[in-house]
């Protein structure tokens, strides 16, 4: 928290409109405030002891600092005040703050109780088994700059083979446990679970997820259930997703005439990421509103299109969470304000409010003029009266940005790894083929007969893990992880692509190869077994698999069926990632395309009012080697 009068005394000297001698300091003119010694020409370099002179242009920059400074202020704190960004603004508040000593002393006193409460903490870990530390970890700093490679997962990773599956790394004053086990993985995220079902929020996230309202981001309690109980009976359970079928056979119709479209009968390449996501965004619109917005008029940004709309609720947000406040690694300068960084982050928030506020403002008004449907927003508005205005904006938020992010990512990897196979390409198509036949296109009902296309997203999922890194877990009681003991306080994170990449598990875990999961009955992505874990596990396992696993196989069955992919030649080697909040294929995704027929197949199925009888048994997608009776009961979505 900031303390009260902060922020209006830092803006102002941070724009050096304060002038010195100003009455709010107690001098009536400049001259009577360089008369104390404190006009910037009358301090003089030799005034200095030896030990704080300061070069020229400290010194310079010291005297030009606007007057938050109090007149008895020793001059080596009215030289740290020239400091940039956040020390200016510790001196400022500390010194401006208080007119007379007291509120230094008070400062140093809490410094010195809080330095003796430390170092009796160290005393008393000193004594517990505590996991190996990361070497070379710098004062105050910790490991941080050893994390430069912005790939955090990779560089843990390779921690993990020198120190083990768990170890702790220290970033600024946080002190994480890092877990790159399958089974310390379901340790923490099961059996531990209670010990650590709250998040510590890095500032970012927090705004943008309005204070953790929306159920990914929130802490374990009545809120979430509530929430998560409201998005997976209404929206991503298996139930509610039958419902939704003909809304993804829609889109999946639209991205393949669009293709053909595209490529105007010849071969050609295509962006293939901007096919998924033209067909994807405007599903995920339609699943939640029921219709597809092409434009809408928001009080304060005028009128939108859809994709402005996209920007606005998907791309901007993603960009906007990774942007790093150096608050969250010093939780005891929280209180420092970062302005600038704070406006950026609000102003993505605010915008993505007007935009929903708007959205739900238009869904009230259709509501008096027809009756309800089934669709996601319908359903809150008539059925959730209670929520608050931000649990609605961001219940109705939230399935469209998870729709739109990391079902796109793994069906463009899986689509790269396909294009510069052409053996595993050719087997997934004969697989089809054989299963479908040429006179229809590939449904959800042929997927637990396609083994091999499973096989080929399970391991796009293990070696292109989107989320690669669990969000952080807040420990708040000691507990037991792999025989050692983790004090209450620190972070757990739980690092999916290490665990996906563990060579004590997997052969050759840098090769792409489907055919390692081909078969393998027990290989549940997390339910039961740990060994990959893109969607984790326990009681926060990802609510969207059913959805993921709709959307995916199909997509990806559709595009081998109608097209042969194959990369130019620079596609070959960029396969380079990036990580935002998930991890992406740092290129869009381009790949040459050969239409395999003229034009769409046929979908099977005739009408949308047959859309619920000729339905699979109800099962979990994700779980097809498992039949719908004897799925484990944890499944979370059976549940
Ligand atoms: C390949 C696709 C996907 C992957 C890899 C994935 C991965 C994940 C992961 C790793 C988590 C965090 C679990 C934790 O904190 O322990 C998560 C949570 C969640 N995901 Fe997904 N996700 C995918 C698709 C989706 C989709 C399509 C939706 C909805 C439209 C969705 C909705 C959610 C929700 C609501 C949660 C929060 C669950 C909770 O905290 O209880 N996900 N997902």
Same mark, same amino acid.
């Given at each position: 928290m900031?303390?009260?009068?902060?922020?209006?005394?830092?803006?102002?000297?941070?724009?050096?409109?304060?002038p010195?001698?100003?009455? =709010?300091?107690?001098?009536?003119?400049? =001259?009577?405030? =360089?008369?104390?010694?404190?006009?910037?020409?009358?301090l003089?370099?030799?005034? *200095?002891?030896?030990?704080?002179?300061?070069?020229?242009?400290?010194?310079?920059?010291?005297?030009?600092?606007?007057?938050?400074?109090?007149?008895?202020?020793?001059?080596?704190?009215?030289?740290?005040?020239?400091?940039?960004?956040?020390?200016?603004?510790?001196?400022?508040?500390?010194?401006?703050?208080?007119?007379?000593?007291?509120?230094?002393?008070?400062?140093?006193?809490?410094?010195f109780?809080?330095?003796?409460?430390?170092?009796?903490?160290?005393?008393?870990?000193?004594?517990?088994?505590?996991?190996?530390?990361?070497?070379?970890?710098?004062?105050?700093?910790?490991?941080?700059?050893?994390?430069?490679?912005?790939?955090?997962?990779?560089?843990?990773?390779?921690?993990?083979?020198?120190?083990?599956?768990?170890?702790?790394?220290?970033?600024?004053?946080?002190?994480?446990v +890092? /877990?790159?086990?399958?089974?310390?993985?379901?340790?923490?995220?099961?059996?531990?679970?209670?010990?650590?079902?709250?998040?510590?929020?890095?500032?970012?996230?927090?705004?943008?997820? %309005?204070?953790?309202?929306?159920?990914?981001m929130?802490?374990?309690?009545?809120?979430h259930?509530?929430?998560?109980?409201?998005?997976?009976?209404?929206?991503?359970?298996?139930?509610?997703?039958?419902?939704?079928?003909?809304?993804?056979?829609?889109?999946?119709?639209?991205?393949?005439?669009?293709?053909?479209?595209?490529?105007?009968?010849?071969?050609?390449?295509?962006?293939?990421?901007?096919?998924?996501?033209?067909?994807?965004?405007?599903?995920?619109?339609?699943?939640?509103?029921?219709?597809?917005?092409?434009?809408?008029?928001?009080?304060?940004?005028?009128?939108?299109?859809?994709?402005?709309?996209?920007?606005?609720?998907? *791309?901007?947000?993603?960009?906007?969470?990774?942007?790093?406040?150096?608050?969250?690694?010093?939780?005891?300068?929280?209180?420092?304000?970062?302005?600038?960084?704070?406006?950026?982050?609000?102003?993505?928030?605010?915008?993505?409010?007007?935009?929903?506020?708007?959205?739900?403002?238009?869904?009230?008004?259709?509501?008096?003029?027809?009756?309800?449907?089934?669709?996601?927003?319908?359903?809150?508005?008539?059925?959730?009266?209670?929520?608050?205005?931000?649990?609605?904006?961001?219940?109705?938020?939230?399935?469209? /940005?998870?729709?739109?992010?990391?079902?796109?990512?793994?069906?463009?990897?899986?689509?790269?790894?396909?294009?510069?196979?052409?053996?595993?390409?050719?087997?997934?198509?004969?697989?089809?083929?054989? +299963?479908?036949?040429?006179?229809?296109?590939?449904?959800? &009902?042929?997927?637990?007969?396609?083994?091999?296309?499973?096989?080929?997203?399970?391991?796009?999922?293990?070696?292109?893990s989107?989320?690669?890194?669990?969000?952080?877990?807040?420990?708040?009681? &000691?507990?037991?992880?792999?025989?050692?003991? +983790?004090?209450?306080?620190?972070?757990?994170?739980?690092?999916?692509?290490?665990?996906?990449?563990?060579?004590?598990?997997?052969?050759?875990?840098?090769?792409?190869?489907?055919?390692?999961?081909? %078969?393998?009955?027990?290989l549940?992505?997390?339910?039961k077994?740990?060994? /990959?874990?893109?969607?984790?596990?326990?009681?926060?396992?990802?609510?969207?698999?059913?959805?993921?696993?709709?959307? /995916?196989?199909?997509?990806i069955?559709?595009? +081998?069926?109608?097209?042969?992919?194959?990369?130019?030649?620079?596609?070959?080697?960029?396969?380079?990632?990036?990580?935002?909040?998930?991890?992406?294929?740092?290129?869009?995704?381009?790949?040459?395309?050969?239409?395999?027929?003229?034009?769409?197949?046929?979908?099977?199925?005739?009408?949308?009012?047959?859309?619920?009888?000729?339905?699979?048994?109800?099962?979990?997608?994700?779980?097809?080697?498992?039949?719908?009776?004897?799925?484990?009961?944890?499944?979370?979505?059976n549940?």
């Amino acid at each position: 928290m900031m303390p009260p009068g902060l922020s209006s005394r830092l803006s102002i000297s941070s724009v050096g409109a304060f002038p010195l001698g100003c009455k =709010r300091h107690g001098f009536e003119s400049e =001259r009577a405030a =360089r008369s104390f010694g404190l006009g910037g020409r009358s301090l003089h370099r030799s005034l *200095l002891p030896a030990s704080q002179r300061l070069s020229e242009q400290f010194l310079k920059r010291a005297m030009s600092i606007p007057m938050v400074v109090h007149p008895v202020q020793p001059l080596h704190l009215r030289a740290l005040a020239a400091l940039p960004g956040p020390a200016t603004d510790v001196v400022n508040y500390i010194v401006g703050n208080n007119e007379n000593v007291v509120g230094l002393i008070t400062a140093l006193a809490v410094a010195f109780i809080f330095s003796l409460i430390m170092t009796a903490r160290v005393f008393a870990r000193k004594k517990m088994n505590l996991p190996p530390t990361v070497p070379g970890g710098l004062p105050l700093l910790g490991n941080m700059l050893q994390l430069t490679e912005r790939k955090p997962h990779k560089t843990f990773t390779k921690w993990a083979q020198q120190l083990g599956p768990i170890y702790h790394v220290k970033m600024g004053a946080i002190n994480n446990v +890092v /877990i790159n086990s399958a089974e310390l993985a379901k340790e923490i995220m099961v059996t531990q679970f209670d010990s650590v079902s709250t998040r510590r929020m890095p500032t970012a996230l927090r705004i943008l997820t %309005g204070n953790k309202t929306m159920v990914a981001m929130s802490d374990y309690g009545e809120e979430h259930r509530m929430l998560k109980k409201m998005v997976v009976g209404n929206l991503l359970g298996v139930s509610a997703q039958r419902a939704n079928r003909v809304i993804r056979e829609d889109a999946l119709n639209t991205m393949i005439d669009g293709m053909f479209e595209d490529l105007r009968g010849k071969e050609g390449v295509l962006d293939i990421r901007k096919c998924i996501q033209y067909a994807l965004f405007p599903f995920s619109m339609r699943q939640v509103l029921g219709y597809v917005p092409e434009e809408l008029n928001v009080e304060g940004l005028g009128e939108l299109g859809r994709w402005d709309i996209f920007q606005i609720l998907v *791309l901007d947000p993603l960009k906007q969470v990774t942007e790093v406040d150096w608050r969250n690694f010093f939780p005891a300068l929280s209180w420092i304000p970062n302005s600038q960084f704070q406006k950026r982050v609000n102003d993505v928030h605010e915008r993505k409010l007007l935009v929903i506020g708007a959205l739900i403002d238009e869904q009230r008004k259709q509501l008096q003029t027809r009756e309800p449907t089934r669709c996601y927003a319908d359903i809150l508005l008539t059925e959730y009266t209670n929520l608050t205005p931000l649990q609605l904006k961001h219940s109705v938020w939230e399935p469209i /940005i998870e729709s739109a992010d990391t079902t796109l990512i793994t069906t463009e990897w899986a689509l790269y790894e396909i294009a510069r196979n052409p053996i595993i390409q050719e087997r997934l198509f004969t697989e089809i083929s054989n +299963v479908v036949g040429t006179n229809r296109m590939v449904t959800e &009902d042929d997927y637990p007969d396609l083994p091999f296309l499973e096989a080929i997203i399970k391991e796009t999922l293990r070696y292109y893990s989107p989320v690669t890194i669990l969000p952080p877990r807040y420990i708040h009681e &000691d507990i037991k992880v792999g025989g050692f003991d +983790v004090p209450k306080d620190w972070d757990v994170l739980v690092n999916l692509y290490g665990i996906n990449w563990d060579p004590k598990v997997w052969s050759n875990p840098e090769v792409w190869n489907p055919d390692r999961c081909l %078969g393998d009955k027990t290989l549940d992505l997390g339910v039961k077994d740990f060994r /990959i874990l893109p969607f984790g596990g326990g009681k926060r396992m990802c609510a969207g698999i059913t959805q993921a696993f709709s959307i /995916i196989p199909m997509n990806i069955a559709a595009i +081998v069926q109608h097209f042969e992919l194959y990369l130019p030649p620079d596609e070959n080697v960029n396969a380079e990632d990036t990580v935002y909040l998930t991890s992406h294929k740092l290129h869009p995704l381009k790949a040459h395309l050969k239409p395999r027929i003229a034009q769409r197949l046929p979908s099977s199925r005739k009408t949308i009012s047959s859309a619920s009888e000729d339905m699979s048994p109800l099962s979990c997608p994700a779980h097809t080697s498992l039949k719908a009776d004897t799925q484990p009961e944890t499944c979370p979505l059976n549940s």
